[in-house]
């Protein structure tokens, strides 16, 4: 079964770091591109955060993130991972990610709470 675990989120005052993971299973993870994405509250859209293609090439999508947050992944252990710096309060939300080709239905996500 083609299945994308996330993991990592939690609690963390503003300015702290988290680093979030992505566990691939069931398919052949290197080809394709991998994303993460925020949704900050239920009756808001899903936003794409970043981008990483299957050679390493990395896309941050938000300019609030841009220098905090860095994308990399790993192709040995199927893991994508989302390093997030100096967080803030508006970085709450859950995290999802997912592939590209051929998105696969939505995790669970990691819920990333930055509060003091």
């Known amino acids: 079964q083609e299945q994308l675990v996330e993991s990592g989120g939690g609690l963390v005052q503003p300015g702290g770091s988290l680093r979030l993971s992505c566990v691939a299973s069931?398919?052949?993870?290197?080809?394709?591109?991998m994303r993460w994405y925020r949704q900050q509250a239920p009756e808001k859209a899903r936003e794409l955060v970043a981008?990483?293609?299957?050679?390493?090439?990395?896309?941050i999508y938000l300019d609030s993130m841009k220098g905090r947050f860095t994308i990399s992944r790993d192709n040995a252990k199927n893991i994508t991972y989302l390093q997030m710096n100096n967080l803030k309060l508006e970085d709450t939300a859950v995290y999802y990610c997912?592939?590209?080709?051929?998105?696969?239905?939505w995790g669970q996500g990691t819920r990333v709470t930055v509060s003091s």
């Open positions: 997912n592939r590209i080709p051929a998105r696969l239905p």
């Open positions: 069931g398919f052949t993870f290197s080809p394709y591109t």
């Open positions: 981008s990483i293609s299957s050679v390493g090439g990395t896309t």
